[in-house]
């Protein structure tokens, strides 16, 4: 009664926070698509003539994503062809190198699938980039 006569104040209702939404990451098996055909580039500033021929398979887990990279093939290696064209001989003979091509290989196709999206955020929906075939000469 004294609150409907103003003596008492009310009391705010506790306002519950919602959750922060976190991105929904797809589980399940691993979904491999290869990036066919092989890539061969030419190292630049070399006296020799040398090149690396090389075949990529990536890791997803989300079939959308491997129909994505179907449909887009062109763009994405395209962009993956510059991203090859810029490697030195001396840093693709190590363990090293050939790893952080990988590593470069997958944000290169998720930048490139976000792109075409139009998206501003690149999503990391390629999990992993992998070789099933290298040759340097």
């Known amino acids: 009664a004294l609150y409907f006569l103003g003596i008492i104040p009310p009391q705010a209702a506790p306002v519950a926070e919602a959750p922060a939404e976190e991105p929904v990451k797809k589980a399940g098996p691993p979904l491999y698509?290869?990036?066919?055909?092989?890539?061969?580039?030419?190292?630049?500033?070399?006296?020799?003539?040398?090149?690396?021929?090389?075949?990529?398979?990536?890791?997803?887990?989300?079939?959308?994503?491997?129909?994505?990279?179907k449909e887009h093939m062109p763009v994405i290696r395209s962009s993956l062809l510059m991203l090859f064209g810029d490697q030195e001989y001396e840093v693709m003979v190590?363990?090293?190198?050939?790893?952080?091509?990988?590593?470069?290989?997958?944000?290169?196709?998720?930048?490139?699938?976000?792109?075409?999206?139009?998206?501003?955020?690149?999503?990391?929906?390629?999990?992993?980039?992998?070789?099933?075939?290298?040759?340097i000469q």
């Open 33 to 69: 698509q290869s990036m066919d055909p092989k890539f061969m580039v030419s190292f630049r500033n070399q006296n020799t003539a040398r090149f690396m021929q090389f075949q990529i398979e990536v890791m997803t887990r989300d079939s959308d994503v491997v129909k994505d990279i």
């Open 94 to 135: 190590t363990q090293e190198g050939k790893q952080k091509l990988l590593d470069d290989t997958t944000a290169n196709i998720n930048a490139s699938l976000a792109k075409i999206k139009g998206l501003e955020e690149v999503e990391d929906v390629v999990e992993e980039s992998y070789f099933t075939s290298f040759v």
